[in-house]
């Protein structure tokens, strides 16, 4: 049996202007504007690499809160990845999922 898959997170839409610019605002708010482009490449970096190397399955969700932790902590920056991790996956949601209620998309990614 063959399987073909797709990362649909960044191949076939723009996670990467949608999720800099979530990250920016996100450090924006707290008032320690960060280079949210390196934020970015760290935690897709992260992200991807949970993704290959856990043996059990998580959520797309969780391999994000998770990837965002381990970003803060090497970045040395203060966020909480629960909260910021909605916001980051919530700028991509509408365009993933081709409607325009986040609640809804967030569950289809999600």
Known sequence: MAFLTFDLFSALIDS?????RALARIG???????????VYDEWDA??????????????????SRRALAGTYQALTLDGDPDADIATV???VSG??????????ARRAIC
């Open 16 to 20: 990467r202007s949608g999720a800099t």
């Open 28 to 38: 924006d708010g707290r008032g320690c504007p960060v280079n949210a482009a390196a």
């Open 46 to 63: 992260r992200n991807k690499a949970s993704q290959k190397e856990e043996t059990t399955w998580i959520s797309f969700a969780e391999h």
């Open 89 to 91: 996956l919530a700028s």
């Open 95 to 104: 365009i993933a999922c081709g409607h325009g209620d986040p609640a809804d």
